[in-house]
């Protein structure tokens, strides 16, 4: 049979499944044509004496619509226990209570009549009509014909799995086709199928009211996130890990806001990626003191704004501005780990030698006890814990160090570590004389992610086979996928796709093209496209360029241009459109000398979970087996 729609939605009682399926795949060859509507929505007009006529809908189970013959109305009813006793009808519940319900075979025929007066009012014909009620859980035998019904409009949980096929096309033959009004030709099939029943018709959403739909449900503080600030409130020390999307920074920028609130605190905000603390630095504009120069012990230990924001790398590099003397000679043959273990190393150093209290740099005689921070809030911590020394450097810059101070690091440390192997934090890792002494704290609700997108990444990007975290609510995105065999070919489709996003009116600054490969590599094939065409420019992230930008990303925002970033570049990072290129391509070419090989799939699932809205992915052909069976993981019904 012919199924409107062609896929029962998932939140479908089970009862309504069943009977779908058992229409779906009938095979007898006389049902092929049949029509099938489920959840039918038609008008009933109410009319009273001393009131308006006013209009509800009522809702049919299914109808089908048979060729040369007529409609039946079946009502499905998935109950395990029911009874009649004088007309009065019952569910009995498992723990033996009862609870009124209407009569199932009234239900039926007041569809049949009223679907029937509809047609009647749009075609100025009557069509033969029958009805039936199904009963997917129980038997129903045992019941004489009655005036009521007849057993021929009944079918139970028997005569679903044994002889459904028969029974309903026993139950079409009674449909009586004379001629006259109850003609049914071609034109009238046509007209119920395109005009009358369920027609079909496209009119869009623009792309923006989704994104701005979409924007309005995901970013709000969720119930669990509100326990946690609110813990945090008692907690002096904690550590709060999830994966990506359940809004570890928004923690970490409400907890330095509320801080912010206590006089005389110095609070120090790191984060181990450029671009995520640029976007920090933004949010906390207000509260922002001197961020260029935070271990200079000249700087104002209380100020009139006092959140100090900086990466964990630009941290040490101010301090080794007094610790190296101003020489990073050393630095330039050490690998990206190997030198922050060789300015962590100096900057301890050069913190424990108590000479240096006697004058810095020439001597100035500053006490750099008043330049610790009240407060510490570390987040994507998860690229940084790892190395040399680190717990005993963070003691050292926070009043009253770990065992006493106050801090909150924050981190997916499983995966989205992009830079190390390592992959677990616990206090079996820490070091053996107690420096730090935290209380753990898991996230563990999407709230960043539209469903189908929350859906999608972790299964697509063959990082998991099961979903790390509890799905997003939003179901206002969506995942499109493409597959190309030619650098032509994906050229092509990725112009389409911004020519797309540009005619909906959607603005630059609300996409990001995500690849795994920087903008100038070989195997980048963007800097061949022509958005200049759509948009006025494309803006690369990477953390060399941002350096170039000079820390105007909030001016960037006004032009209508797109952004480009690596995929670890924009870690941390949210864009209302991602458009990934690249999902699964070797990294080896560019990340092997400073990280070694990092995993495609773990490249990938951070690349993906970018996206609130809408995610596009640009896989090449070579992947499609294996996002055919990824797809089977998910259902199938979740990319669009």
């Known amino acids: 049979m012919i199924m409107i729609p062609p896929v029962i939605d998932r939140s479908t009682n089970l009862g309504e499944k069943k009977v779908f399926l058992k229409l779906k795949d009938d095979p007898n060859p006389k049902t092929k044509n049949w029509i099938v509507y489920h959840s039918l929505n038609y008008p009933v007009k109410i009319s009273k004496k001393d009131r308006k006529s006013y209009t509800y809908f009522g809702e049919a189970d299914f109808v089908i619509l048979i060729p040369e013959k007529g409609i039946i109305n079946i009502e499905v009813k998935g109950w395990s226990s029911f009874s009649c006793n004088n007309g009065n009808w019952e569910i009995i519940k498992k723990n033996g209570t ?34 039936m009620v199904i009963f997917t ?103 709060v890990t999830g994966s990506q999307g359940t809004g570890k920074s928004a923690i970490a920028e409400e907890t330095i806001k509320r801080e912010c609130q206590i006089k005389d605190q110095r609070i120090l905000f790191l984060n181990s990626n450029k671009l995520a603390n640029e976007e920090m630095k933004f949010k ?54 190997e030198s922050h273990n060789y300015l962590i190393k100096n ?14 740099k020439g001597g100035t005689g500053i006490d ?29 810059i926070l009043k009253k160090g770990l065992t006493s101070g106050k801090y909150c690091f924050l981190g997916d440390f499983k995966y989205q570590n992009l830079v190390s192997d390592e992959i677990t934090i616990s206090k079996e890792k820490l070091p053996k004389n107690n420096l730090i002494d935290f209380e753990p704290i898991t996230l563990i609700q999407n709230v960043r992610n ?75 094939f963007i800097r061949e496209t022509n958005i200049s065409s759509f948009y006025n420019n494309i ?65 990938a699932f951070n690349a993906m979970g970018r996206a609130n809205t809408i995610l596009y992915l640009m896989w090449s052909s070579a992947h499609k087996n294996y996002y055919n069976e990824k797809v089977k993981l998910i259902g199938g019904l979740s990319v669009k």
């Open 98 to 131: 009862k609870e009124p319900t209407k009569s199932p075979m009234k239900q039926a025929r007041d569809s049949k009549y009223e679907i029937q007066k509809y047609i009647k009012l749009k075609l100025n014909k009557q069509f033969p009509q029958e009805w």
């Open 137 to 239: 859980q129980c038997s129903f035998d045992n019941v004489d014909d009655n005036i009521e019904y007849s057993n021929e409009n009944i079918i139970d949980t028997d005569g679903l799995n044994k002889n459904f096929s028969n029974r309903i096309i026993s139950l079409s033959n009674s449909l009586k086709t004379g001629g006259g009004s109850f003609q049914i030709n071609e034109q009238d099939m046509r007209k119920l199928k395109n005009q009358i029943m369920r027609p079909n018709f496209e009119k869009f959403v623009k792309t923006p009211t989704i994104l701005k739909d979409s924007e309005n449900e995901l970013h709000e503080f969720t119930k669990e996130q509100l326990q946690i600030l609110n813990y945090i409130d008692d907690k002096s020390r904690l550590l």
């Open 284 to 337: 906390l504009k207000d509260q922002i003191s001197n961020y260029h120069y935070i271990a200079n012990p000249d700087a104002p230990a209380i100020s009139d704004k006092n959140v100090w924001c900086c990466t964990f790398s630009e941290y040490l590099r101010s301090m080794a501005y007094y610790s190296l003397n101003d020489d990073y000679s050393r630095l330039n043959s050490l690998n990206f780990i």
């Open 347 to 360: 900057n301890i150093n050069f913190l424990k030698n108590k000479e240096v209290t006697d004058g810095w």
């Open 368 to 396: 750099f006890e008043a330049s610790k921070f009240d407060l510490i809030v570390f987040d994507e911590m998860q690229n940084c814990y790892f190395y040399d020394r680190f717990y005993e450097f963070m003691d050292l």
């Open 450 to 524: 539209a469903k189908s997108i929350s859906r999608n990444a972790p299964i697509l990007s063959g990082l998991f086979n099961e979903y790390p975290y509890e799905l997003a609510k939003s179901d206002q995105g969506e995942v499109i996928v493409s597959f190309s065999n030619s650098r032509e070919e994906k050229i092509e489709k990725f112009e389409n796709i911004i020519s797309k996003l540009h005619k909906d009116g959607v603005h630059g600054n609300d996409i990001v093209v995500l690849s795994n490969f920087r903008l100038e590599n070989k195997y980048n």
């Open 539 to 603: 803006v690369d992230l990477t953390d060399r360029h941002i350096r170039d930008l000079n820390y105007k990303i909030p001016e960037i925002k006004k032009n209508n241009s797109i952004y480009f970033a690596t995929t670890s570049a924009f870690q941390g990072m949210e864009s209302k459109i991602v458009v990934y290129v690249d999902p699964l391509e070797s990294t080896q070419s560019i990340y092997s000398k400073d990280f070694g090989n990092l995993k495609p799939e773990m490249l």
